[in-house]
T-cell receptor, first 115, second 112 residues
Framework: GAGVSQSPSNKVTEKGKDVELRCDPI?????LYWYRQSLGQGLEFLIY????????KSGLPSDRFSAERTGGSVSTLTIQRTQQEDSAVYLC?????????????FGPGTRLLVL | GQQLNQSPQSMFIQEGEDVSMNCTSS?????WLWYKQDPGEGPVLLIA?????ELTSNGRLTAQFGITRKDSFLNISASIPSDVGIYFC????????????FGKGTKLTVNP
């Protein structure tokens, strides 16, 4: 498929464990975004990557959260020492970030449950 | 930070009825976006608005960018069962930021 893919689709972990969430953006998209969606809430921005520029990390809620984007493509969001309040759907989006082509296309998300 | 206030929080309507929902902000947005999210899926862009006063349609959906730049409306005409889902307004807060700020969504239920 040509869309944004994320894995795993669901993740259950124990409090205190580390988790890694993966995002494969649409091929050729230079911009990649991570959002978090808590139950019944809108999406909350976490981090943004654009090409080789330094990422915008302004939305990361704590230093337990980090993300990387290797080779300008795949991204991994890591949550260390997970807490129950980290339970949410983590959504990844990508875009061309070209004038007139700024639409963010979202993946299906990873549903994280911290017990 | 900037917030988008979306209402109503939920709607229960009969098939064939028209629907209207809105989004307001205390600060100006230069772009308004309307997304729909189906269960278990990521949001999908329905309509993008780039100019104050702009009225844009996408099939049975019509959205407007408020003149004050602080609000937007989404209307769905002649609703059908597949319109069920959560509708979000969103926009870039500006100032060079690339992120999107989202409203909390309007959950639409359509009874056949």
């Amino acid at each position: 498929g040509a869309g944004v893919s994320q894995s795993p689709s669901n993740k259950v972990t124990e409090k205190g464990k580390d988790v890694e969430l993966r995002c494969d953006p649409i091929s050729g998209h230079t911009a990649l975004y991570w959002y978090r969606q808590s139950l019944g809430q809108g999406l909350e921005f976490l981090i943004y990557f654009q090409g080789n520029s330094a990422p915008d990390k302004s939305g990361l809620p704590s230093d337990r959260f980090s993300a990387e984007r290797t080779g300008g493509s795949v991204s991994t969001l890591t949550i260390q020492r997970t807490q129950q309040e980290d339970s949410a759907v983590y959504l990844c989006a990508s875009s061309l970030r070209r004038r007139g082509e700024e639409t963010q296309y979202f993946g299906p998300g990873t549903r994280l449950l911290v017990l | 930070g900037q917030q988008l206030n979306q209402s109503p929080q939920s709607m229960f309507i009969q098939e064939g009825e028209d629907v209207s929902m809105n989004c307001t902000s205390s600060s100006i947005f230069n772009t308004w976006l309307w997304y729909k999210q189906d269960p278990g899926e990521g949001p999908v862009l329905l309509i993008a608005l780039y100019k104050a006063g702009e009225l844009t349609s996408n099939g049975r959906l019509t959205a407007q960018f408020g003149i004050t730049r602080k609000d937007s409306f989404l209307n769905i005409s002649a609703s059908i069962p597949s319109d069920v889902g959560i509708y979000f307004c969103a926009g870039p807060p500006g100032g060079g930021s690339e992120k999107l700020v989202f409203g909390k969504g309007t959950k639409l239920t359509v009874n056949p």
